[in-house]
């Protein structure tokens, strides 16, 4: 091997590691801004009373809970953008299944954040999807709900073995 073939090897892997850097960079200020706009988000909604997030005519009937309305609220709404970050794979599966103990223990043990859970998710019809189909099958991994098109066959043969977790 020449030293005239040493320099173009070298320049070639040189521009494959500038392309995998400025994918990475891309990919770091893509999280970083979707994190921020998330925390705008959350921001502006707690300044606002829940209920301008029910659909309309729902506001006639208001439980007991409701002097907390607005931390249960933020909670659900949190839980829901749990559940988003783990179907984008932005979470490990080990904080996710941490993460899913405590929401269904939450959601399903817990009297007054099942009932603040079950009227908020029913005056806002257009909200909390993620956290709706988490609901529907705890064990599935919110990650396998839409895989890559390379994990496509895998996700198949998961639901085969009756391995959804």
């Given amino acids: 091997m020449s030293l005239s073939d040493f320099a173009s090897l070298a320049t070639a892997l040189g521009v494959v590691l500038v392309a995998v850097q400025l994918w990475y ?8 801004l979707e994190d921020e706009l ?3 988000y959350r921001e502006i909604a707690l300044a606002l009373p829940p209920e301008a997030f029910f659909d309309s005519g729902d506001g006639e009937d208001v439980p007991e ?5 607005r931390d249960y609220l933020r909670y659900i709404d949190l839980t829901n953008q749990q559940v ?4 984008q794979r932005r979470v490990s599966r080990r904080t996710w299944r941490l993460w899913r103990d405590g929401i269904r223990d939450n959601l399903t043990q817990r009297p007054a954040f099942r009932e603040a859970w079950c009227h ?46």
């Fill in 65 to 69: 809970f409701a002097t907390n309305l």
């Fill in 38 to 40: 998330s925390k705008e």
């Fill in 84 to 87: 988003f970050l783990r179907s």
């Fill in 120 to 165: 908020l998710s029913a005056r806002m019809g257009r909200s909390f999807d993620e956290l709706k189909e988490l609901t529907r099958e705890w064990d599935v991994d919110p990650a396998w709900w839409d895989p890559p098109w390379w994990r496509r066959p895998f996700k198949r043969l998961r639901a085969e073995l009756g391995q959804a977790d």
């Fill in 25 to 32: 960079s891309r990919q770091q200020a893509r999280t970083a």
